[in-house]
């Protein structure tokens, strides 16, 4: 059974451009999350997806947008990219209180 | 709102030394309590949880015990390892359900030589 696939694993952008990051949740799981992961610090929550709406964001800017397909996995796009966004982005899925992470994708801004 | 203290790392320790990694919460209500592991170029495994108060976690020889007096969940090992080498997170649920946010500490790396 796999977990939480994460792609790409890394990633390097301009400043200014826009990405897009795909997460397919573990088999069974309904909600993804996903998390920035700076450099030395703890992952920070973005935004939670369920029933393909975005249910709870945390302290991140409208340029963090995302969306969730019917068939549960989620997709996390960040436009006019800075320098800051450089960082692990994880993904999780869950279903009852049992969260499930990714490997994660390194975006590097340039 | 929630939050999560975590003694900063690294901690440096000897093979078979006994490990100790504080951790403290802030939350309303009764919120569930995780240990996460994190190794090099890796996602986040769930180590080890507890959901109640005077729960005990424990895995792979890793125990936390929630105590709701002090609002702590501390992380202790008595016979580390090489192989534990790795980053360690302290996480809060504020309800035990998929469907809410975790938050986490900022992390205490683990180094053990041997």
């Known amino acids: 059974d796999a977990g939480v696939t994460q792609s790409p694993t890394h990633l390097i952008k301009t400043r200014g451009q826009q990405v897009t990051l795909r997460c397919s949740p573990k088999s069974g799981h309904d909600t993804v999350s996903w998390y920035q992961q700076a450099l030395g610090q703890g992952p920070q929550f973005i935004f939670q997806y369920y029933e393909e709406e975005e249910r709870q964001r945390g302290n991140f800017p409208d340029r963090f947008s995302g969306h969730q397909f019917p068939n549960y996995s989620s997709e996390l796009n960040v436009n006019a990219l800075l320098l800051g966004d450089s960082a692990l982005y994880l993904c999780a899925s869950s279903l009852w209180g049992g969260y499930t992470f990714g490997s994660g994708t390194r975006l590097t801004v340039v | 709102g929630n939050s999560v203290t975590q003694m900063e790392g690294p901690v440096t320790l000897s093979e078979e030394a006994f490990l100790t990694i504080n951790c403290t919460y802030t939350a309303t209500g009764y919120p569930s309590l995780f240990w996460y592991v994190q190794y090099p170029g890796e996602g986040l495994q769930l180590l080890l949880k507890?959901?109640?108060?005077?729960d005990k976690g424990s895995n792979k020889g890793f125990e936390a015990t929630y105590r709701k007096e002090t609002t702590s969940f501390h992380l202790e090992k008595g016979s580390v390892q090489v192989s534990d080498s790795a980053v360690y997170f302290c996480a809060l649920n504020p309800l035990d359900t998929g469907r809410r946010a975790l938050t986490f500490g900022s992390g205490t790396r683990l180094q053990v030589q041997p």
């Open positions: 507890a959901t109640k108060a005077d």
